[in-house]
């Protein structure tokens, strides 16, 4: 019988990578190459729907159904969607660079898991 600690298991379950949607303000993810080796990583646009003009509800049913956060600017009209036990929403404030969304990033998703933010609306600081 092998003994599994509760370090390990809460090791193994921080092991578990973000999937993210990225929503149409954001550059296609190859713009964020630290980011998508931590992270699966999409684009609504470049992977999904392929237009630009997308309801922010639309965007949110596609991030659930493919069990994705969307990752968006528009903090204020994503978290009236958020639904409990489902991927929830992560913002980020408009004004910063991409060297900078991919810094903040990358820091929140290496000191919390998805579980964590199921069911959530997250507005991270620059």
Do not use: W
């Amino acid at each position: 019988m092998i003994d599994i600690s509760r370090s390990s298991r809460k090791k193994k379950h921080l092991s578990k990578k973000f999937r993210l949607l990225l929503d149409e303000a954001f550059p296609h993810q190859r713009m964020f190459p630290r980011l998508s080796k931590k992270a699966n990583v999409r684009h609504i646009v470049h992977d999904f729907i392929h237009r630009r003009q997308i309801d922010d509800k639309e965007i949110y049913d596609i991030a659930v159904f493919d069990n994705r956060f969307v990752f968006t600017i528009n903090f204020k009209d994503f978290k009236k969607f958020v639904v409990k036990d489902k991927p929830g929403i992560i913002a980020l404030p408009s004004d910063l660079t991409i060297k900078d969304i991919e810094r903040v990033l990358l820091k929140f998703i290496s000191t919390t898991t998805p579980n964590d933010c199921m069911g959530k609306a997250i507005k991270l600081l620059g």
